[in-house]
């Protein structure tokens, strides 16, 4: 079964820092690219960040660049979003998903989630 | 930035309706669009890919079609478990979701 279990949500005072996990189960890894997409309670989804499936290349949503970085260990099967000078708006449900091969495509699995509350 | 945008925000329907949302780009994103169904409290599924594809597993009661800057999600015969929230997603150039659209009971 293909699964996706994001883990390190908490509560952090704005400025802060905070290090978000994804472990993948089920499918070849590094075979694909990986992203970050965030729910702030209540609102839609906002894409936030992808990896290639070599990592390689990254790219970030504008609301997060030079704040937030990913990255990946194939060798873990993981997938990782440091998250620096956090902000109050950047509370949010945190999913991590599936990619396809290439970094431009549709995302087929998802996780659970994870919360971020930025708040003093 | 390419944007979406959806339509209806919320949809009231019954049981055995036929429904369908629409989903239009600020720009051609030819055929780069995906359609997502969110329950509360649950994860997104992927229900839509490549604006008409559907997903394995996904009941052939959902239908996408369109192009361009046009498309839309049908369901031909909504059912109980189909109420829910509906996004749309391009992944022409970056990603954006649409707004969403509610489909309640009526």
């Known amino acids: 079964e293909v699964q996706l279990v994001e883990s390190g949500g908490v509560v952090v005072q704005p400025g802060g820092s905070l290090r978000l996990s994804c472990a993948a189960s089920?499918?070849?890894?590094?075979?694909?690219?990986m992203h970050w997409v965030r729910q702030a309670p209540g609102k839609g989804l906002e894409w936030v960040s992808l990896i290639s499936w070599d990592g390689g290349s990254t790219y970030y949503a504008d609301s997060v660049k030079g704040r937030f970085t990913i990255s990946r260990d194939n060798s873990k099967n993981s997938l990782y979003l440091q998250m620096n000078s956090l902000r109050t708006e950047d509370t949010a449900l945190y999913y991590c998903?599936?990619?396809?091969?290439?970094?431009?495509?549709?995302?087929?699995?998802w996780g659970k989630g994870t919360t971020v509350t930025v708040s003093s | 930035d390419i944007q979406m945008t959806q339509s209806p925000s919320t949809l009231s329907a019954s049981v055995g309706d036929r429904v369908t949302i629409t989903c239009r780009a600020s720009q051609s994103i030819s055929s780069w669009l995906a359609w997502y169904q969110q329950k509360p409290g649950k994860a997104p599924k992927l229900l839509i890919y490549?604006?008409?594809s559907l997903e394995s597993g996904v009941p052939s009661r959902f239908s996408g079609s369109g192009s361009g800057t046009e498309f839309t999600l049908t369901i031909s015969s909504l059912q109980p478990d189909d109420f829910a929230t509906y996004y749309c997603q391009q992944y022409n150039s970056y990603f954006t979701f649409g707004p969403g659209t509610k489909v309640d009971i009526k």
């Open positions: 998903a599936k990619g396809g091969w290439l970094p431009w495509d549709y995302m087929d699995v």
């Open positions: 490549k604006a008409s």
């Open positions: 089920g499918f070849t890894f590094d075979d694909y690219t």
